[in-house]
């Protein structure tokens, strides 16, 4: 199975600074049809996973424009521009290209 | 707006069964493959068995082979996850979740999810 490494962990920030969250997968998530099938979802506490972005930096409707996500091949990163008190929660990555899905350990960002 | 409402979990011994129902809405339920996904306390996510729009294809992980049995009645719009000879690991918050496509296999996008039923699994 293809495993999904995130990075850091934990992740506490400031309201109003960025943050970041990295995703590497062992193995390069581009598909045979030219896509690359990754993707971000937050889980804010109590609440089922949102999938935020899609297919890398395709962003999901309703989703505020201070989140965005980039890369290629293995290697991949969910940004947030300013981070407000709603961001709370774990973010977790998906890998939709090889069989079976798989997700990363989640990142629990946090208000400093 | 898409709407899914899992049911049926509950606490069960090992070795029990359990069954799980997922009613959805807001959706042409047909046309989309469906998931289940599940979180053990604490810890993060794992797909579990995904089956196909129409129900002629199903997968399962390897954890879940030849004891889970995933299926849907469609014209009901509600998907279902049979559970045999449970063990304590699968204790878990099962999701129900919305594929992108009709095919249920790869490439594999989930659009939504619902909150999830809560299976307990101890003696």
């Known amino acids: 199975d293809v495993v999904m490494t995130q990075s850091p962990l934990s992740l506490p920030v400031t309201l109003g600074q960025p943050a970041s969250i990295s995703c590497r997968s062992s193995?390069?998530?581009?598909?045979?049809?030219?896509?690359?099938?990754l993707n971000w979802f937050q889980q804010r506490p109590g609440q089922s996973p949102r999938r935020l972005i899609y297919?890398?930096?395709k962003r999901d409707s309703g989703v505020p424009e201070r989140f965005s996500g980039s890369g290629s091949g293995t290697d991949f990163t969910l940004k947030i521009s300013r981070v407000e008190a709603e961001d709370v929660g774990v973010y977790y990555c998906?890998?939709?290209?090889?069989?079976?899905?798989?997700f990363g350990q989640g990142t629990k960002l946090e208000i400093k | 707006e898409v709407q899914l409402l899992e049911s049926g979990g509950g606490l069960v011994q090992p070795g029990e069964s359990l069954r799980l129902s997922c009613g959805a809405s807001?959706?042409?339920?047909?046309?989309?493959?469906m998931s289940w996904v599940r979180q053990a306390p604490g810890e993060g996510l794992e797909w579990v068995s995904g089956?196909?729009?129409?129900?002629?294809?199903?997968y399962y992980a390897d954890s879940v082979k030849g004891r889970f049995t995933i299926s849907r009645d469609n014209p009901k719009n509600t998907l279902y996850l049979q559970m045999n000879s449970l063990r304590a690991e699968d204790a878990a918050i099962y999701h129900c979740?919305?594929?992108?496509?009709?095919?249920?296999?790869?490439?594999?996008?989930?659009?939504?999810w619902g909150q999830g039923t809560l299976v307990t699994v101890s003696s």
């Open positions: 193995q390069s998530l581009v598909y045979s049809d030219g896509n690359t099938y």
């Open positions: 297919q890398v930096s």
């Open positions: 089956i196909s729009g129409s129900g002629d294809s199903t």
């Open positions: 979740a919305k594929q992108s496509r009709a095919a249920a296999g790869n490439p594999f996008g989930l659009q939504a």
């Open positions: 998906m890998q939709g290209t090889h069989w079976p899905p798989t």
């Open positions: 807001g959706f042409t339920f047909s046309s989309h493959a």
